[in-house]
């Protein structure tokens, strides 16, 4: 299978398995993507504030099939990854309405939701990735990608 065919199937396709290292590269790789959104779509005039929800959206679904692949590779069923990224895009939602600081007291419940939801991302990320898999075939495949 050609490189560009696999990382088609990893980020566009929701079936089979990823191992430990495939899926902290793909977060690394996420990471590098929004840095670099960060940085260069307000170069070309997007508001620095709309930045987070874009780079976000464009990684909701990539991030829902490597997500679904690392749960499958570990024996569980990977509809479990739209809870997960669901919860990544209201973390986004939450930054697009506008920075923490800048939250009256009227909205300091949004701000502490803002906060609540970060940390779940993120535990829910790292408990993802620590996660340990089947080391033989599973009913979600023969072995991981």
């Known amino acids: 299978m050609s490189e560009r065919r696999a ?6 396709d929701d079936e ?3 191992s430990r290292r495939v899926f902290w590269l793909y977060g690394l790789g996420a990471i590098a993507f929004v840095m670099s959104a960060l940085a260069l779509l307000p170069q070309i005039g997007v508001p620095a504030r709309m930045t987070p929800l874009i780079a976000s959206l464009a990684l909701i ?3 829902y099939c490597v997500i ?3 749960l499958q590779d570990a024996g569980i069923e990977g509809h479990w990854a739209i809870a997960v990224s669901g919860v990544a895009a209201i973390d986004a939602l939450i930054v ?4 923490a600081e800048a939250l009256t007291a009227a909205t300091a419940l949004a701000r502490a939701l803002w906060w609540w939801v970060s940390l779940a991302n993120m ?3 790292i408990a993802i990735g620590l996660l340990p898999g089947d080391r033989g075939p599973n009913r979600f495949g023969p072995r991981r990608i």
């Open 96 to 99: 697009a309405a506008g920075p």
């Open 16 to 18: 089979g398995r990823a």
């Open 61 to 63: 679904y990539p991030s």
């Open 7 to 12: 990382l088609r199937r990893l980020l566009l």
């Open 123 to 125: 535990a829910a990320f």
């Open 68 to 70: 679904a692949k690392r």
